[in-house]
């Protein structure tokens, strides 16, 4: 049984930082790409990063380029995303998933934690 877990949401004043975690177990984590994405309230779902099976590449959006970073360890299965600089318009649910890096199509996702950024 394919099972996700995001720790590390909350809620954080414009300018600061928080780190999300996604631990994951029931498949390969190292056979796939793991990315994270995001809902903002009342939008539809959106790509934030990605990165390959290795952690040698990886991809952002353009909205979170310079701010975020993306991280893996297949040692003990968990994927990171390293957040500063947060931004009201980053507050959201964000999801972990495991996938395809090149083509974006993803397997496998988290249920996700809230992000919330306000003053």
């Known amino acids: 049984q394919v099972q996700f877990q995001e720790f590390g949401g909350g809620s954080v004043q414009p300018g600061g930082s928080l780190k999300l975690s996604c631990t994951t177990s029931g498949y390969t984590f190292s056979a796939y790409a793991m990315a994270w994405f995001r809902q903002p309230p009342g939008k539809e779902r959106e790509f934030v990063g990605a990165i390959t099976w290795l952690g040698d590449s990886t991809d952002y959006a353009d909205s979170v380029k310079g701010r975020f970073t993306i991280s893996r360890n297949n040692d003990v299965n968990t994927l990171y995303l390293q957040m500063n600089n947060l931004k009201p318009e980053d507050t959201a649910v964000y999801y972990c998933?495991?996938?395809?890096?090149?083509?974006?199509?993803?397997?496998?996702w988290g249920q996700g934690t809230q992000v919330t950024v306000s003053s």
């Open positions: 998933a495991a996938g395809h890096f090149y083509t974006r199509e993803y397997d496998y």
